[in-house]
T-cell receptor
Framework: KAGVTQTPRYLIKTRGQQVTLSCSPI?????VSWYQQTPGQGLQFLFE???????NKGNFPGRFSGRQFSNSRSEMNVSTLELGDSALYLC?????????????FGEGSRLTVL | GDSVTQMEGPVTLSEEAFLTINCTYT??????LFWYVQYPGEGLQLLLK?????DKGSNKGFEATYRKETTSFHLEKGSVQVSDSAVYFC???????????FGTGTRLQVFP
C-alpha cells in the first residue's frame, strides 16, 4: 500500500513568488492535514480537510491556503512568499471520519525562499 | 491555548541503557496523547498513543502512561538500541480532530 506522497520534494523560490504543494493521501484515507516544520518553531498545524471541507485551521496568515479535491488529494498554496516561509511542509492523512490524531505522514516538501 | 512541553535534547545514551523522555501538557479538555518518532531521513511515524487517563500506550518496547493528575505522558524504554536514535515528538489532539499540537522534539542518540 503506497504511503502519503508529496510533490515536489524540494523547491526554491524567491520572495514575493507563490508556491503550490501537492499531497496524495493513502488510498482510502479521506482526511488530510498539513503541518509546517521549522528549526525555530517546530511543528505547527496549518489546516485539516475532510471530504473537501476545511475542518480546522491553524494560526497562519491568509497567505497560506489549502483545498481538497473529491479524490481526497490536497494542495496547499503560499502566496507572496517571505523568507520565514522556508520550511519543511508535511502532509498527513488519516482514515477516520472523526479525527483521532493517528496520522500517516509524508516525507515532506522542503521549501527554500531566497 | 493547549500546549506540550518536552525535555530539551539531545539525550545521549549507551546501548541497553534506560530511557526516559519527559513530556507534560496543558489542555482545557480531555485530549488524546501521542508520541511520534522521526528517524533520520524519514517522515514522522506514530509510535504510541493513549486516549484517556491511566491508559498506557506501548509499541516496540516503548511505553507511556497518560497521567491526568500530573498532566504528563513520559516516554520510557527499558533498553535502548542504536536503531532507536531519532527525534521523538510528544503531541496532543483534541477530541474528534486531527489537529496535533506538538512539543519541540527531543533528539535521542544511542551509541554502541
Amino acid at each position: 500500500k503506497a504511503g502519503v506522497t508529496q510533490t515536489p520534494r524540494y523547491l526554491i523560490k524567491t520572495r514575493g513568488q507563490q508556491v503550490t504543494l501537492s499531497c496524495s493521501p493513502i488510498s482510502g484515507h479521506r482526511s488530510v492535514s498539513w503541518y509546517q516544520q521549522t528549526p525555530g518553531q517546530g511543528l505547527q498545524f496549518l489546516f485539516e480537510y475532510f471530504s473537501e471541507t476545511q475542518r480546522n485551521k491553524g494560526n497562519f496568515p491568509g497567505r497560506f491556503s489549502g483545498r481538497q479535491f473529491s479524490n481526497s488529494r490536497s494542495e496547499m498554496n503560499v502566496s507572496t512568499l517571505e523568507l520565514g516561509d522556508s520550511a519543511l511542509y508535511l502532509c498527513a492523512s488519516s482514515v477516520d471520519r472523526e479525527g483521532t490524531g493517528e496520522l500517516f505522514f509524508g516525507e515532506g516538501s522542503r521549501l527554500t525562499v531566497l | 491555548g493547549d500546549s506540550v512541553t518536552q525535555m530539551e535534547g539531545p539525550v545521549t545514551l549507551s546501548e541497553e541503557a534506560f530511557l526516559t523522555i519527559n513530556c507534560t501538557y496543558t489542555a482545557t479538555g480531555y485530549p488524546s496523547l501521542f508520541w511520534y518518532v522521526q528517524y533520520p531521513g524519514e517522515g514522522l511515524q506514530l509510535l504510541l498513543k493513549a486516549t484517556k487517563a491511566d491508559d498506557k500506550g506501548s509499541n516496540k518496547g516503548f511505553e507511556a502512561t497518560y497521567r491526568k493528575e500530573t498532566t504528563s505522558f513520559h516516554l520510557e524504554k527499558g533498553s535502548v538500541q542504536v536503531s532507536d536514535s531519532a527525534v521523538y515528538f510528544c503531541a496532543l489532539s483534541e477530541y474528534n480532530t486531527d489537529k496535533l499540537i506538538f512539543g519541540t522534539g527531543t533528539r535521542l542518540q544511542v551509541f554502541p
